[in-house]
């Protein structure tokens, strides 16, 4: 691939857009009718979605019918003579922005939005289950039974394959057996219930509680994976680095694009940065547990400062969002307050069983788990967020850390900018989405607008 070369740094080839009725299985192709098309994968959603803007002239709305109900199909590749493609398979579960065009008879324009067929299953379906083992072997059951994927050990990375997106599912396997009644819920948000559970056997982490599990699909198919995994697993070699940079289509005429060119960024907004006064009473600096324990009736108090603890937990970058005497994580205040009547009065806990009043009731440590888990969310969702536009790369994946060299736009002394790697913004990001925006068939145009997050930075702040 490395001497890939493109007309285009954008360009992008569908053959077909296939619509299907579900009503009388009439078929009808949008290839020539759709105006442009935008499908978003993300850490943050469990399905894949989309939307398809089209100018209808042959009142297909009415003839097909299009009413909600129906399936759409297309494969995009980068080039026709490429292997790798970007299956789409979705359900249309609704119109939007139907209006007239007033400049042209009998011509109107609507969207079309349409999301992984997967979901529909999650709508008409619950789960009412009482699961004893792993978490993990409780998600593959929900999976196989209701959302009708099929368990898989790694993802193949090989450039050439495509991935079962739609049937596929990667499962972190969990520690410690459990016995959990899931109490009639749709598949997932069963799912999401059992993540409160769900421990990494990591063996790499220093604390594996450590751990933030998610559910999501992406263009490899669907992940049960904690979030510290995938950072761990892929910050070894980083594939794709990327930079501020000219936009690579400005070059024309016989001029080629190199694949090189694919790492430009054409623009970069950040999305989220620190809000201090904020973060300070949800969480993000840390908080206070208070558990209370029916059988002993006893009151047992976690504190937790995250600063003390960041270098026993996985990060994608390496120094601190603050530093060392930072007045809002000094005394961090928000707090959990918990009734634990179960296992803590158990016969595990050395308190009860050998009545020594020096051990802790709380045998598993779920004082200190609860907040931890609290606040390592609240960063992933509260940390640095930098949406960036580039030119399509087929080989780009939510999960992937990547390079970003942000600017530097300090002044040197003698008046003169440097535009050199900032000192804090460069570094290492995780992609937790990608928009992928398409144009219609003529301008042949396909960009990516990923958002990547940063919770930690590339220098110590001084």
């Given amino acids: 691939m490395n001497d890939s070369k493109y007309n285009s740094s954008s360009q992008y080839d569908i053959a077909s857009i296939m619509i299907e009725s579900n009503i009388n299985g009439d078929k009808f192709e949008l290839l020539y009718l759709y105006d442009g ?75 079309l939005e349409f999301i992984s067929p997967n979901s529909m299953s999650n709508q008409i379906q619950r789960v009412s289950k009482t699961y004893e083992g792993l978490v993990s072997d409780a998600i593959q059951d929900i999976g196989e039974n209701f959302l009708g994927l099929k368990r898989i050990d790694s993802i193949d990375n090989d450039p050439d394959t495509n991935n079962k997106l739609y049937q596929d599912m990667l499962i972190e396997t969990t520690m410690e057996y459990n016995k959990i009644n899931v109490p009639n819920l749709r598949p997932v948000e069963a799912i999401n219930f059992l993540t409160k559970f769900s421990y990494s056997q990591n063996g790499s982490d220093k604390n594996p509680y450590n751990t ?58 950040f999305q989220n940065l620190f809000d201090n006064f904020k973060s300070s009473s949800k969480g993000y600096y840390g908080g206070t547990n208070l558990g209370y324990d ?32 930072f007045s809002f994580g000094t005394y961090p205040y928000k707090t959990l307050i918990q009734t634990l009547p179960t296992k803590k009065g158990s016969y595990h806990s050395q308190y009860i069983y050998g009545k020594d009043s ?67 913004y460069s570094g290492n990001y995780l992609v937790v989405g990608i928009v992928h925006i398409l144009s219609d068939i003529k301008l042949n145009d396909w960009k990516m607008r990923v958002r990547l997050l940063k919770d930690s930075l590339k220098s110590e702040i001084k």
């Fill in 294 to 325: 029916t059988l002993t009736k006893s009151v047992h108090e976690y504190k937790l400062n995250y600063k003390d603890r960041f270098d026993d937990v996985v990060h994608i970058d390496k120094a601190n969002t603050n530093n060392e005497d």
């Fill in 37 to 111: 098309i935008e499908i978003t994968e993300s850490m943050y959603n469990p399905f894949i979605y989309g939307r398809i803007f089209l100018t209808d002239t042959n009142g297909l709305i009415e003839s097909l019918p299009i009413v909600g109900e129906e399936t759409i199909r297309f494969k995009i590749k980068k080039s026709v003579q490429d292997k790798k493609y970007f299956e789409v398979r979705g359900q249309i579960y609704k119109i939007s922005d139907r209006k007239k065009d007033f400049n042209r008879k009998g011509v109107e324009s609507y969207t």
């Fill in 212 to 269: 933030t599990y998610r559910f999501y699909q992406t263009r490899q198919g669907f992940f049960y994976q904690s979030i510290e995994k995938a950072i761990s697993d892929r910050k070894s070699e980083i594939k794709h680095k990327f930079l501020v940079s000219n936009d690579p289509n400005i070059k024309t005429g016989e001029s080629l694009i190199l694949k090189s060119d694919l790492f430009s960024v054409i623009e970069y907004n």
């Fill in 358 to 424: 020096t051990k802790d009731i709380f045998y598993i440590k779920e004082e200190e788990i609860d907040i931890l888990k609290t606040v390592k969310k609240e960063r992933y969702n509260e940390s640095v967020m930098v949406e960036i536009l580039i030119p399509s790369n087929i080989f780009l994946n939510v999960n992937d850390i990547v390079q970003f060299k942000f600017p530097s736009y300090k002044r040197e002394t003698n008046g003169d900018k440097k535009y050199l790697d900032d000192k804090y």
